[in-house]
């Protein structure tokens, strides 16, 4: 590999190789020429060194399913496909219902459920956590990862709450993790576009921080592939990078591929393939204080999460039992889940270690 990177005009990817190998941090102007580099099997190598000093030949899954209370939503994302106001299709869970939809994994080994969806009026504070108190008592290890920050600073706004108490009393009520949707991009230029009446970046950044001194954990996430560029990408990973270096709180990143049907956002062409694992490596090699990147298999599809791994993805999100719409409504044509046995088969028949995880990523089974 030396001999590859010790060409006379490749000296600054030679930097970059040595900045890597002797743990040194990337500048967000390295950063900004490996976005521009058009070396795709060398990004990956770099990024795979990264990865692999963090968690060797590992791939970890959970198994997981997800639950969409409602998809009628106050805000008007433009890159959306899912909320009832693009969709036409509406739909509103009680809190029977949604525990009627959990309670039947009672037995079946599951670990995680992921709770999120569209920010509707009528749940509030006391609705979410009058629920999570009532999952915990049936299934007291489930671990309840739910609200996105978007949704957390709502509830702190109709309740004339700060961050802070909203996140205790859902703490108190069995919130174990938040996930990291709703990060978008966090330049408020492109976001005044794409969701301008929603929570911005400072907020969202704030919940996490406050998430995190509440002794909880989360993953962050940045919507790719839309108006932004380069340069707005390295500024979204530097101000993530920034806040995991103060509270060493977030569990993985998560990049999430802009879709573009059935969306007030069609016009724009998707990112490629090769721009896609461009983006996971280069997260990768960036993000050196977070342990784990994530491809999330429903929205990128199976055979696209494979290639990933050969490009500093070690995480592939769960099982999820088709419980989810999200990508399904913005036209991912894959299913949507997928057994255990199916996530341990792809993950050996690439020759990596399918390793069981909890939400925590503490080690369940190793395959």
Known sequence: MDDIININNESRIKNVYEKIINRQRVSNEDALYLYEYDNLFLLGYLANIVKERLNGRNVYYNKNIHVEPTNNCVYNCKFCSYSARISGKSWILSEEKILANVLKYKNSGITEVHITGGV?????????CNLFAKIKQEMPD????????????YLADIHNVNFDTCIKQLKNAGLNSIPGGGAEIFDESIREVI??????????????????????????????????????????????????????GFKSFIPLKFKNKNNALNSIVEATNIEDLKNYAVSRIYLDNFSHVKAYWPMIG??????????????????????????????????????????INYIKREGFVAVERDSNYNILKIN
């Not at 509707?120 to 979410?128: A, E, G, M, S, W």
């Not at 489930?142 to 600073?153: D, R």
């Not at 932004?228 to 806040?243: D, F, I, P, Q, T």
């Open 120 to 128: 509707y009026r009528l749940f509030d504070l006391n609705f979410y």
């Open 195 to 248: 969701c301008g009446d929603k929570a911005n970046a400072k907020e969202w950044l704030d919940i996490h921080r406050a998430v995190h001194l509440n002794g909880l954990y989360s993953n962050a996430t940045m919507l790719y592939g839309h108006l932004e560029s380069y340069a707005n990408r390295v500024g979204h990973l530097e101000k993530l990078r920034l806040l995991q270096d103060e509270t060493n």
């Open 302 to 343: 199976i055979d696209m999460t494979m290639n990933s791994l050969y490009f500093g993805v070690d995480d592939i999100d769960g099982t999820i039992d088709n419980t989810t719409k999200i990508y399904e409504m913005a036209g991912v044509s894959d299913r949507q889940g997928l057994t255990e046995i199916e996530l």
């Open 142 to 153: 489930l671990h309840i990862k739910a609200l996105s920050a978007v949704e957390i600073k």
